[in-house]
């Protein structure tokens, strides 16, 4: 009797098990996503590698995501305010192909994964590997920091994978002419055309310039120093250490030069130090500041920094509130504005069109094969945000690049944002 209870126990416990084994077949836990509004305070998460999982609205597809990388710096040494604004971007570049394209190869869904490069050049080469080869991305997006871009194409050349720079300048990135490197950001030699051009036709004769030793500001400063010779505009540099916080020695010779315009091509922390270091010698706003990149855009972080020290500069960006949109271009206001309340800057911008490009391309390419999705963008013609893009095969720095037109605008009142910004000068080069 004993003997046929505990087996009847036995079976029981068995039987008990397998029910409940099924029931957690049968309705699996969802996972979390990622939260689709990125922090852009300074108490960021610091973590190397995160997940974005697939739109809501595609969760009912079956297939396996399409993996796509997005590289790029959310937290310091990087400019982790920009990284962020990058990352918005890509995140609602993910959903317009789930929910506008129906999705990406064989009508797979797009799930962002992130790293964060810290501004790195050794963090953004290793994110670029663990991207590939462990999550196995079509492609990789969002690259800031020239230095580290620079870094990441050595990766990119070896394992193979399309990388699609967002707003790193450098010309040596493209004119590496790597198969897998494709740029839609203004390259350092247009910006340096444009930036002189600009000084020429606002009077100013004396052109002054103060950035860090990276490839970008040291970069952009051989660039400026050799368009201003071609244009007869006298031009001093003034190149500081990237981990300096008194940059008043600089700033003092550059006064003693007596410039007529002070381009601010730091980057990060530096970018906000020279503006309250400049006023505070009497430097700024006696000569006016002109920044090389739109980080002033970043609208409530700058004037919460600088008050009404910071009226009056000139900001040169890729966007203006006046651009014509894309029928893309236009969804994505839409969807950042009700996101986030605020309308979108030309980061976030163009976070959105590289993420679906790279996208786009691997949908038309109908495979992950890397060899084909490069093939398809070197080839092929894709709608932006703004205008139509395409990656032709061009000499040097122009090596798979599209290039956006050059606008400087001016904070002419405290408090303004990007929308109040005065259009000051518009400059489209042509070859």
Known sequence: MNKILCRLVTVLLVTTMFLAACGSAAQ???EQPAASQPNTSSSQPTASSQEQQPQSTMAQTDKEPVNLGALLPLSEPGASQAGQLILRGIQLGAEYVNTEMGGSVDGRPVAVMVEDDKGTPEVGASGYRRLVQEKNVIGVT???HSSVVLAEIEVAKELGAPIVVTQASNADITASGYPQVFRTHLIDPVRAIALVDFAKNQGFQRVAYIADNTDFGVGLAAAVEAEAQKQGVDFK???????????TPELLELQAWKPDLLLNAGTGTPEHLIIDQAYDIGLYPDVPMLATSDWPYRSDEYWSLHGNKGIGIYILTSYHKDMQL???GQWFYDQYTKQFGEPPTYSSYNGFGDAVILAEAAKRAGTTDYAAIVKELASGSFDFWAGTVSFPAGE?????QWTP?????QYT?????QQDAKLIYTFNYSP
């Open 413 to 417: 009142a405290a408090n303004q944002t």
């Open 396 to 400: 040097g720095p122009f090596w798979h």
């Open 28 to 30: 699996p836990t969802a």
């Open 142 to 144: 969002g690259g800031y």
């Open 237 to 247: 540099s003034m190149i500081y250490d990237k981990a300096a916080v008194d940059l």
């Open 405 to 409: 037109p050059v606008l400087i605008t």
């Open 326 to 328: 894309t029928d893309r």
